[in-house]
């Protein structure tokens, strides 16, 4: 009996250990959870940081790609170097990227001794993207295979990855829209930020372009100045055209995308008669005639006079694209107009490929174009080949007296004239139009072809009237 107290201390020592260390170990799972909890909801939501650049001093070495809480690492992120070694950078006419190479940077750098710290898989999540940009800066051949690695490892933090991303995106073949990237503006090295903001803008005004200019790199100005010339006023562009290829090239560019945009025949013009009007041509070639912008822009050509006009195929995809659209919907019914610059381009589709119903009734919808010459013309046509000839003559004598000398307006004219039977009035309106126009081919063949009907009608009425002479008919 003297041994149960020396027995149950034993026992109640024993209870203590395993419970103490039961207690630890228990502990040590929640706080590893609570860590890795943590750094999910981190990773996950890097805004609910609060931090204005990534200026993390530890990370974790991780499996696969979520963080284990059992293999610790206290391998430093040189975020300063980083940013130290980070370059400026442009976009050329392709959308390829270009950056400016600076060897200066890494004269102080070990190169080597930097690459020695990449040889396993957590160097290079903490050590392989300052070694990418120095070998970029070096011109070492090796940043090519650096940046596919570092492109797909998985522990390479989320900003990190994105700047390698983007600013490697040639090499990855994965174009990287600069509006997407959510961590690019974090970095704070003065000329890789002037880029990031210059293309983040959305205008600029003058002095703002001249004070930027001066902190640009020299070799990457030609990029800058395509990039600069949407943002900038068109008065600015338009002075410093003689004096830049670039610019002329962007202000072509300009122009032919304004056009794609909003189809106006009177640019289609301007650019027929520019000294860009082999490029041009060259240019409309491309169109696919795929997209709704890409249909009206081959209906504003005002060399279209005629459906017949458009190669088969061609004439085919306009239908099916404007088709598609469903026009009638907003034509005779309740739905959403199109905008003004596109109802102007319906209007002549309708009126080429003979849907006169549809071209009437969007005529009455053209707004401001309703008083313009080429609108009426058609619309003068339209109701002319409906057979209403009367309301043409109307429509196209309103015309004649605002445009007395237009060449169009007076062939016009002159066809509808000889048509209602008007034929000395007909005769007068070709003979006006031959004497300020003696060179138009149009005007000189319906003029001949006309003149010959005109000629023939009176021989047949003179005869018939000799012929009542000589054989007067039998009165009954």
Request: hydrophobic letters at 45%; aromatic letters at 12%.
């Amino acid at each position: 009996m003297p041994q149960l107290p020396k027995l149950f201390d034993q026992w109640l020592w024993l209870v203590l250990v395993f419970g103490g260390l039961f207690c630890v170990a228990l502990l040590t799972v929640f706080l590893a959870w609570r860590r890795l909890k943590r750094g999910t909801t981190m990773a996950q939501n890097p805004e609910d940081t609060g931090a204005s650049s990534p200026q993390i001093h530890h990370r974790r070495v991780v499996l696969g790609e979520a963080a284990s809480p059992w293999t610790l690492s206290s391998h430093e992120r040189d975020v300063a170097e980083i940013d130290r070694l980070l370059m400026a950078f442009a976009f050329d006419d392709h959308g390829q990227i270009q950056r400016a190479r600076n060897p200066e940077k890494i004269t102080m750098l070990d190169l080597d001794k930097l690459l020695v710290r990449c040889h396993d898989a957590a160097g290079m999540a903490a050590h392989g993207t300052a070694a990418l940009l120095a070998l970029w800066h070096a011109a070492d051949a090796q940043y090519a295979a650096f940046a596919l690695k570092l492109a797909s490892h998985a522990q390479l933090a989320a900003e990190n990855k994105e700047l390698v991303r983007f600013l490697f995106q040639d090499i990855l073949g994965q174009p990287m829209p600069i509006a997407q990237c959510q961590f690019l503006s974090r970095w704070q090295n003065p000329d890789f930020r002037l880029a990031v903001e210059f293309y983040l803008a959305s205008r600029f005004s003058i002095a703002q372009w001249e004070e930027i200019r001066q902190k640009l790199p020299e070799s990457l100005l030609p990029f800058y100045e395509r990039g600069v010339a949407a943002k900038l006023p068109v008065r600015w562009l338009l002075r410093r055209l003689p004096e830049s290829v670039n610019l002329r090239e962007v202000w072509f560019q300009h122009n032919c995308q304004t056009l794609l945009r909003y189809a106006r025949p009177e640019r289609w013009r301007r650019l027929l008669h520019s000294e860009w009007a082999e490029d041009f041509k060259n240019w409309v070639k491309t169109l696919r005639c795929e997209t709704l912008q890409e249909s009206l822009l081959l209906i504003a050509d005002p060399r279209i006079g005629d459906a017949t006009e458009f190669e088969p195929e061609i004439a085919q995809k306009i239908q099916a694209v404007l088709e598609a659209q469903n026009p009638q919907t907003w034509l005779f019914g309740s739905g959403k107009k199109p905008p003004l610059y596109q109802r102007r381009q319906y209007f002549k589709y309708f009126c080429l490929f003979g849907k006169y119903n549809e071209a009437v009734r969007c005529f009455s919808l053209l707004g401001i174009f309703r008083q313009a010459r080429t609108e009426r013309l058609w619309y003068a046509r339209v109701l002319f080949l409906s057979g209403m000839l009367h309301d043409a003559w109307a429509e196209v004598q309103q015309l004649l007296a605002r445009h007395p000398q237009d060449a169009a307006v007076l062939n016009e004219a002159a066809i509808y004239a000889h048509k209602l039977g008007r034929f000395e009035e007909a005769a007068q309106l070709f003979a006006t139009a031959r004497s300020f126009f003696p060179n138009d081919p149009t005007i000189a063949y319906n003029e001949a072809v006309f003149t010959e009907k005109y000629s023939k009608l009176q021989i047949e009425e003179k005869w018939s009237e000799v012929q009542k002479l000589i054989d007067p008919p039998v009165v009954a």
